[in-house]
């Protein structure tokens, strides 16, 4: 890894920054920030005083050390304890952790690494209270990484790395695209090499143009629930943990059922960026079994969380609030009025 690189990793890591803020901040594209601090990118000279400028160091100095840029290690030192291992560790033993990695010797993880397959194949089944305990424990850690009460929308990129220690890149590549062009991103845990970077434990975002309408944040989420709810059964079975990845292909048939990882990975996502609390504060009140107006909600509930209106509208639904003037099937309250 570079100099540069390693140094903009510690900053966004010291000032709790995530590649997302920092490119809007400085006015580059976040995809090739994210190859900047992969260490894949040498920056131009004006990138590098305007980065150093930033963090309000040295331009000469920062210019100095980046032509040393030596390239990317050919593979880093492998490969980290899978992450199974940290899940068998005593409560004790972990609390020092805490502050940097998600606990995963809490008790609802323990219950979910003994609970019941019922059929369904390794890892199939999370009933939804283990799903829901997952996301508050999520948020708790996080809370506690950033020191203080959590602001809307959470910064998924950030979030990820500070509980769970996962890299976030933005494939402007069209690495993904080279795989299958629904995919809007896809998770390369403990020991499998994303081949951009040369790392695993990355969560590679489809950064096309097409998908920009897409909330990455969700995406992202939505591979850290893959990560904590499917990923330690994977590296527990013989051979090796697979790929996850999100797909934008929608179901052609309400008779079509989405694959049960992927939407328990979805209603993880929800959880997290859209906690119910924080739902109910945002609705003025209103509790689930109410009557929510999405046209009179809507805009505002969007930008608070940062969602898509498919992902509002199906946490709405989930949550038993009764819709209406929705754009999807989840405004399932025939009734009119002002809610």
């Known amino acids: 890894m570079s100099w540069l690189a390693d140094r903009l990793r510690q900053l966004l890591d010291e000032r709790n920054l995530s590649i997302q ?14 190859m900047i601090v992969h260490g894949k990118r040498v920056p131009s000279e004006e990138v590098v005083r305007r980065l150093a400028h930033h963090f309000e160091e ?18 880093r030192q492998k490969y980290p304890r899978p992450m199974i291992d940290y899940a068998r560790r005593t409560i ?14 809490s008790p609802s993880y323990q219950a979910f690494l003994g609970s019941r ?14 799903i829901d305990a997952q996301a508050e424990d999520v948020l708790r850690v996080f809370r506690e990484c950033v020191g203080g009460e959590l602001t809307f929308p959470l910064e998924a990129e950030l979030l990820v790395r500070k509980v769970a220690s996962l890299d976030v890149h933005y494939d402007g590549e069209g690495y993904l695209d080279s795989i299958d062009r629904s995919l809007l991103g896809c998770l ?23 998908f ?6 969700f995406t992202i989420v939505h591979e850290l629930g893959h990560y904590l709810l499917h990923y330690p059964k994977d590296a527990a079975a013989a051979g090796l943990p697979p790929t996850y990845c999100r797909s934008g292909h929608v179901a052609p048939s309400k008779k079509d059922r989405v694959p049960p990882r ?22 003025g009140g209103k509790k689930p079994g109410d009557l929510v107006n999405l046209k009179h909600h809507g805009d505002r509930f969007r930008r608070i969380f940062g969602v898509s209106q498919a992902a509002m509208e199906k946490r ?3 949550l038993g609030y009764r819709c209406i003037m929705g754009r999807y099937g989840y405004a399932n309250a025939n009734l009119t009025g002002d809610g």
């Open 92 to 105: 004790e033993n972990d609390r020092r952790r805490r502050k940097t990695r998600y606990d995963l010797t």
């Open 58 to 75: 040295d331009e000469e100095q920062w210019l100095f050390n980046a032509r040393e840029l030596p390239g990317l290690d050919e593979v």
């Open 316 to 318: 709405l639904f989930d």
């Open 212 to 217: 920009r309408s897409v909330t990455t944040a």
């Open 262 to 283: 992927e939407w328990q990975a979805s209603r993880f996502a929800s959880e997290v960026l859209m906690p119910r609390d924080k739902v109910i504060e945002v609705l």
């Open 117 to 130: 397959d019922d059929g369904m194949g390794a890892g199939e089944f999370v009933h939804l209270s283990i």
């Open 21 to 34: 803020r920092l490119a809007n901040e400085v006015g580059i594209d976040r995809s090739y920030l994210s």
């Open 188 to 210: 390369f845990p403990d020991g499998v090499l994303f081949r951009v970077t040369n790392r695993d434990r990355t969560i590679v975002v489809n950064d096309s143009q097409r």
